[in-house]
Every structure is written in structure tokens, then in C-alpha cells.
């Protein structure tokens, strides 16, 4: 579904990283580790084409990101789900309706109803529904995040850091989540420092741990 070929990316006249491969199949799970500043973000953002690459070639559901045009790569981008690594609300509107925000935006708030019911219930966030996010734990706004970036039923999901700024309890609740998705044949892809959690979904899925170090992409040992 998403397909990266022999990509770099450099910015400010310095390159991140270089021949850098990476193929994201329907129901694969991948971990993405590496120092800070290694480019994890970066490349995130290269596989749902907020960036493109300096050289190489990225494909979206078989699509060149390099020939597409912004509709069509808006259109690309409902059918991958993005939880960023700093959750970004609107304050004003209560809980339901910034989750339900991408249906609104575009043009299907018609659909809303159970289906958001049930998703509300699925993260566990049914009694935070009306609201506000500053009155949301961390823990909640994960989840609201999670919650947001799947209700347009993507085919991947693309994490950054998802559990930073959680305790370990809530952190395994959100893993339970990605991993139900992808046992649902979702592709879904994480970045992150925390070993422990890596550790926690090799023993429930099978998921590939790759390390961005020293500008390139490689596949991390069986110490993980």
C-alpha cells in the first residue's frame, strides 16, 4: 500500500538519510526506533506525503507521490490514519465532535451516529464525550487521537510516539487497540523510544522493529 524505494530526504544542505527502503503490506505492523534527531518524524510524514523525498520514489496506493496532485493526494491521505506525536484539538468543541472532525470536514458529517457511539466506546471515552480536551487526561487525548484518525476506516495507521506522555497501563491500553486494528488487516506503523512496548506487542502480533541510525533504515536485532 505504501512503497519507498532507494529514498533520501536532506534539508538546510544536509541529508537525513539515504537509500532508504521500506513497504508497508496490508496487516503488517513495524516498529520505527532510533536516536532523536535520526529522522523518524520525517519519515513518517514521507509515507503519508505531508513531505516528499528528495530522491527515490515513495508510492501511495500505487500512485507516485511525485506525479499527484493535491487532490489526489488529500484523497490518499483519508485512507491512512495519522496519530500525531503532539495531540492537536479544538478546545472549543467537545470531545465528540473534534473525533468526528475529518467526517465533517469532508462533506460526510451525515454519516455520523452510532458509528461514532460505538467508536467512542471502542476507546473506552463514551462518558468523556461531551467534554472539552483540556478537561482530558493524556491518556484520554491518546485515545481521542486514535479515535480520530481511524473513523474514515483507513488502511493504515501511522503513530508518532503515541505513548510519550502516558503511564505504562495506559500505554498498554493503546497498544490493545493498534494491535485489534491490525488484526483487522490494517498496516500499521509506529514510531518510538519505549522498548518495553515493542516487547509487549512481539508478544501479541508479529511486528518487524527497524532502526533509523546513521542515515539508514535497518532491521534491529533479536534483543528487542
Not at 83 to 104: G, K, M, Y
Request: glycine letters at 10%; a neutral charge; one cysteine or more.
Amino acid at each position: 500500500m505504501i512503497e519507498l524505494q532507494h529514498v533520501a530526504y536532506s534539508y538546510g544542505g544536509g541529508e537525513l538519510f539515504s537509500d532508504l527502503s521500506l513497504s508497508l503490506a496490508p496487516g503488517s505492523f513495524h516498529f520505527l526506533t532510533g536516536p532523536s534527531g535520526s529522522g523518524k518524524t520525517t519519515l513518517l510524514k514521507l509515507c503519508y506525503a505531508e513531505l516528499k523525498a528528495t530522491s527515490g520514489d515513495v508510492q501511495i496506493f500505487g500512485e507516485d507521490v511525485r506525479s499527484m496532485e493535491r487532490d489526489r493526494v488529500a484523497l490518499a491521505r483519508r485512507r491512512i490514519g495519522v496519530v500525531h506525536q503532539d495531540c492537536q484539538f479544538l478546545d472549543h468543541l467537545p470531545l465528540s465532535e473534534n473525533v468526528a472532525l475529518p467526517l465533517t470536514v469532508a462533506g460526510r458529517g451525515g454519516e455520523l451516529g452510532q458509528d461514532l457511539t460505538d467508536l467512542l466506546a471502542w476507546v473506552g471515552l463514551t462518558r468523556q464525550a461531551g467534554q472539552l480536551p483540556p478537561e482530558l487526561s493524556g491518556g484520554e487525548r491518546q485515545r481521542a487521537a486514535l479515535a480520530r484518525a481511524v473513523i474514515m476506516s483507513p488502511e493504515v495507521i501511522i503513530a508518532d510516539e503515541p505513548t510519550g506522555n502516558i503511564d505504562w497501563e495506559m500505554s498498554q491500553r493503546l497498544l490493545a487497540l493498534l494491535v485489534e486494528l491490525n488484526r483487522m488487516g490494517k498496516a500499521v506503523l509506529i514510531a518510538t523510544h519505549d522498548l518495553q512496548l515493542i516487547r509487549a506487542a512481539k508478544a501479541q502480533v508479529q511486528a518487524r522493529v527497524l532502526r533509523l541510525k546513521d542515515r539508514r533504515l535497518q532491521a534491529a536485532g533479536a534483543d528487542l
